[in-house]
């Protein structure tokens, strides 16, 4: 007698358990179902911008500083520091702070109160962690898992993924006006240093530019018949010095006046390419296809659960058989 296992009757006898492999489908996409439908849903508002040329005022100090020959090294873009700014504690804490526009309903509401935390501090093993503590932590938590900003081929994407279309879109544009603002304080800073050093070099050049002119003149005073070719030599050169001194003293002046009016002015530091868009429907959870997903995998766990029975069943009688043909 062949006591190995009939694959074929094994076969059979699995496509005569479809009632297994149907219930494992059934079983699957209603587990698919129940898992899309307690995801909470995702919603995601993007916008793109771009640092206006308007916002480095360090460019119109390229040609002074290389007449003075000093080398000033190219800042980076402020809009390099955005990631580092936007995960700051008081940044996160400004925006748990604000009250926001949620749907179906009227009033504002807190980032706590949309996503609810419950921590339980432990003062056994951290007496110094307070429940506050806790939630602020989470909340931030929360604010970064929010947030992503990155780069685009030279242009930035700000993207805010939230629970509500309306906290994603609103968010979108408060972080574009913080930013903004940002930039706007860095390039008055800078230009608040660009101006110190203008001044600086402006008192430096027009000691520099009295003490040539008054070596000229004494100069003209000791020889008023220069007929040497040496004092005419050296007419040329205290004349060269001092119309170099004029031109820088003059260049300075005209770049002290521009860095004030910098100082002073407001600008639109950003372009924006996008604005935020106000997301109509959730990009997550993907309920199709988690559906999609539970019912292909339960048909698959009922296809393999019903294999393996059909498989133990037929072993079971090769076993018996073996053990009745014993002596």
């Not at 699957?28 to 040329?53: F, I």
Request: proline share 5%.
């Amino acid at each position: 007698m062949n006591d190995d296992v009939d694959l074929l009757k094994v076969a059979r006898d699995f496509l005569r358990h479809k009632a297994v492999v149907a219930s494992g489908a059934v079983l699957g996409l209603a587990a698919g179902v129940a898992l899309a439908l307690l995801t909470a849903p995702q919603y995601e508002s993007t916008s793109k911008v771009l640092l206006s040329q308007n916002s480095a005022p360090a460019s119109q100090f390229a040609s002074i500083s290389s007449m003075l020959g000093i080398s000033l090294n190219a800042p980076s873009s402020p809009l390099d520091n955005v990631p580092q700014l936007l995960a700051s504690p008081l940044f996160l804490d400004t925006l748990t702070k604000i009250r926001w526009r949620t749907v179906g309903t009227d009033t504002a509401k807190l980032l706590s109160e949309i996503y609810p935390i419950e921590v339980k501090p432990n003062p056994k093993k951290a007496p110094h962690i307070t429940e506050e503590m806790l939630v602020r932590d989470r909340l931030h938590e929360i604010v970064l898992e929010m947030i992503t900003f990155e780069n685009m081929g030279g242009v930035k994407a700000l993207t805010v993924r939230a629970r509500d279309p309306y906290l994603a879109h609103d968010v979108n544009e408060f972080l574009l006006g913080y930013i903004d603002s940002y930039i706007n304080h860095v390039r008055k800073t800078n230009s608040k240093h660009q101006l110190s050093f203008v001044e600086e070099r402006l008192e430096e050049y027009g000691k520099e530019l009295r003490r040539s002119e008054n070596a000229l003149r004494h100069f003209l005073e000791k020889n008023r018949m220069a007929s040497s070719p040496d004092l005419q030599l050296e007419q040329k050169r205290l004349e060269r010095e001092l119309h170099v001194n004029e031109a820088l003293v003059a260049d300075l002046r005209k770049q002290l006046e521009n860095s004030r009016i910098e100082v002073e002015r407001d600008i639109e530091v950003l372009d924006i390419f996008q604005e935020p868009d106000l997301p109509m429907w959730p990009v997550k959870p993907k309920r199709k296809l988690i559906a999609a997903a539970g019912l292909v995998g339960g048909a698959c766990a009922g296809m393999f659960l019903s294999f393996l029975l059909c498989w133990w069943r037929e072993t079971g009688r090769a076993v018996v058989a073996r053990l009745r043909e014993l002596p």
